[in-house]
């Protein structure tokens, strides 16, 4: 058996107990298609990446192919490369700001499509890190509801270096005050925290495919 087979097999028992259903994101972000596809032949369908290029020359004739598979893009959007990122994913979770929602708006509307999204909130408040600022996310959330935009929930990348939970709790309680259903967060070091903060989509990466150079 594949190691991310017995990996996935091992964090889904760690998960299962929790009566909320969790999705656990196999983030393959690196790793080219063949160190993926033993996972995509074991019927995971929710694969993740963080750049658009490589995710169009890694995801295009699979997902074709298998169109189970749903593709989540969890890292920055540049403007430019939000037309493809709508085409090829099902799921985008870096959404941070007006500019994006409108894109991502325009390019769905072109091609009849609605994208799945969560709010990226800067959680830690750490001035060189992507995603919303607490203040802005009253504004963000209307604009997106106005647009009838698909969406499901927020999404963080807490601090590194420090214990997570003060951020995971945060991230529970601002999902709950907008009354989203979903929420993302949770990493190789810390999904079984989060899943203990409501989270409902963990990306995990190394811990199913191995480090990464
Ligand atoms: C790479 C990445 C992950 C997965 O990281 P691991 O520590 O390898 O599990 C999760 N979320 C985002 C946004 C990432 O860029």
């Avoid at 299962?16 to 790793?31: D, G, H, P, R, S």
């Avoid at 596809?37 to 020359?57: M, R, T």
């Avoid at 893009?73 to 959404?95: C, E, P, R, T, W």
């Amino acid at each position: 058996m594949h190691k991310s087979i017995s990996n996935l097999i091992s964090i889904k028992s760690e998960v299962e107990n929790l009566e909320k259903k969790l999705e656990i994101i196999a983030v393959a972000k690196t790793f080219p298609i063949n160190h993926i596809l033993p996972l995509i032949e074991f019927g995971h369908n929710h694969f993740g990446e963080n750049k658009v290029q490589e995710a169009l020359s890694k995801w295009t004739e699979i997902k074709i192919k298998r169109p189970n598979i749903q593709l989540h893009m969890i890292g920055k959007l540049q403007s430019n490369k939000i037309k493809h990122a709508v085409k090829l994913f099902d799921y985008i979770h870096s959404v941070e700001n007006l500019k994006i929602a409108k894109k991502i708006y325009d390019e769905q509307n072109k091609i009849n499509k609605r994208v799945k999204i969560f709010l990226q909130v800067n959680i830690g408040e750490e001035p060189q890190k992507a995603g919303l600022k607490i203040q802005d996310i009253d504004e963000v959330v209307n604009y997106c509801k106005n647009l009838n935009l698909d969406v499901l929930g927020f999404m963080c990348i807490p601090p590194g270096k420090t214990d997570p939970t003060i951020y995971f709790k945060k991230m529970k309680e601002l999902n709950f005050r907008y009354n989203f259903k979903e929420l993302s967060m949770g990493m190789s070091s810390d999904y079984l925290l989060a899943s203990k903060y409501n989270s409902t989509f963990l990306r995990i990466g190394s811990k199913i495919f191995g480090s990464r150079n």
